[in-house]
């Protein structure tokens, strides 16, 4: 069965810091993978996706994530945080399992950003 | 945004009473999904709709029912309310293709007192 892993549950970086939160997904073929941020008392919103092609896809809001196929990984990454990048990160994948075409999701890592 | 309302946005309930959530789309979209999102858990699929009157059960759908007898609107039922149902609720769309992502409405935050 397809899963996401996302290792961190809570990270905390100063704003204008550098940020990379981890996803880990499994699934034998090439993966379609998501990153949703979610605010707090909000929906999911979509951060950026990954379908095939060049590895390195950028996102709104100045994310980028990477692709790492031997690693299994798909990683999101900020050059500089902002305060109000505050937020919890879900890395979801596609199910292919039967007709359900539903994301996976990961636990979620929540972002605090000190001043 | 996606045009997805979910109704109610919060509610309490007593354990053992009937409750039905509402989601209604405007995009015509062919998936509609239910989840729940839990501390620690992530958001899991309670049930999904792959078109009007067809629906499955997903990960976590015991004591869940649901129905779609419109494109536009899927309902979530819980025929008897537990504790163990407080949550938030997710209704999300997709036009079910592989290369798009679903849309998600803003939530329904259930507490079963």
């Known amino acids: 069965a397809q899963s996401v892993t996302q290792p961190d549950i809570h990270i905390t970086v100063s704003e204008g810091a550098s940020l990379e939160l981890r996803c880990n997904y499994s699934y034998g073929a090439t993966p379609y993978l998501f990153w949703y941020v979610q605010s707090p008392g909000q929906g999911l919103q979509l951060l950026l996706k990954y379908f095939s092609g060049d590895t390195l896809v950028q996102g709104i809001k100045g994310f980028e994530a990477e692709f790492k196929r031997s690693q299994s990984s798909f990683n999101l990454r900020k050059p500089s945080v902002h305060w109000s990048d505050a937020a919890e990160y879900f890395c979801?994948?596609?199910?292919?399992?039967?007709?359900?075409?539903?994301?996976?999701f990961g636990k979620g890592t929540k972002l605090s950003v000190k001043p | 945004d996606a045009g997805i309302t979910q109704s109610p946005r919060h509610k309490v309930t007593e354990t053992g009473t009937p409750v039905t959530l509402r989601c209604h789309q405007t995009?015509?979209?062919?998936?509609m999904y239910w989840y729940r999102q839990d501390p620690g858990h992530g958001l899991r699929l309670i049930h999904y709709?792959?078109?009007?009157?067809?629906?499955d059960k997903g990960e976590v759908s015991d004591g869940y029912s649901v129905s779609r007898s419109k494109t536009e609107d899927f309902l979530l039922t819980l025929e008897s309310a537990t504790s163990s149902q407080t949550s938030v609720y997710f209704c999300a769309i997709s036009d079910g293709t592989g290369y798009t992502e679903a849309f998600f409405g803003q939530g329904t935050r259930l507490t079963v007192v």
């Open positions: 995009e015509n979209h062919r998936y």
């Open positions: 709709s792959y078109g009007v009157k067809d629906t």
């Open positions: 979801a994948v596609r199910n292919y399992g039967g007709s359900q075409g539903n994301l996976i």
